[in-house]
């Protein structure tokens, strides 16, 4: 394998002696563009764009807290017997895209019963917008050469890897070994998951809350089997991976939520408001 231990910058830009990290840079380009298609779609079926924003302003904040909160109560062996502000150093490291969105749902939840809104209908217009500011934010990891799989073999570098573009490749090698790009594994498949909810929703004819419920099955399904290729899981107990066990939980939530909407008759209205005949 032709590759040097030399990796990218991760320094985007310095603003005097600031630094500002291509980690953030792209985490907020996804979700601008996330919050750009989501307030178009909010336009286009004649919803307020300012629940959009608001949502969003709230629940990023929250959103950080609940995925800090997360990392910490999943890796609390390492914050017990250590100083207090350790467990508020997100600048070291350590939030779980998870919490990230129980935070969001919650946030989104309590905002729309607030101001008497459809919940199921702001999720629905907020899935695709999720999923591809995922798929676009695992770049992140990339440039901080986080989150990746396992060695990879020799067989599988000369059937697959080597025909990856050499920038991955050359910062996936590190300390003299190649890894797995995760981040890729699963940005490919968050952008499926892009177009296949965008295909449901215009081309489809999906209940209210189906288009959000198919998101959390097609992240689910992804993330479940993307997991298991990490070193840096976090486990609930044993060898079972926290991340694999609350995606079994996501999907089983989506599966019987849809069939349960469907047969009590909470989801008597399509994704464009007309009644289900």
Known sequence: MPFTNESLDRVFIYLGPLP???YG????TGAFLGLFLAIKESERIGIKKDYIVDI???AIPLSLISARFYYVLFEWDRYMNGPLWKVFAIWEGGIAIHGALIGAFLT?????RHKRVSFWMMADIAAPSIILGQAIGRWGNFMNQEAHGGPVSDEFYQNYMRFLPDFINQQMFIDGTLYHPTFLYESLWNIGGFLFLLLL????KPRRGEVFMSYVIWYSIGRFFIEGLRTDSLYL???IRTAQF?????ILFAVIGIMYRRKSGSANLLYSGKKVK
């Open 201 to 204: 929703r215009y081309k489809g």
């Open 56 to 58: 969003v302003v709230y």
């Open 246 to 250: 609350i995606s079994i939980l996501l």
């Open 20 to 22: 500002i990290y291509w």
């Open 108 to 112: 989104a939840y309590f905002y729309c």
């Open 237 to 239: 107990f044993g060898e």
């Open 25 to 28: 840079v792209i985490i907020a």
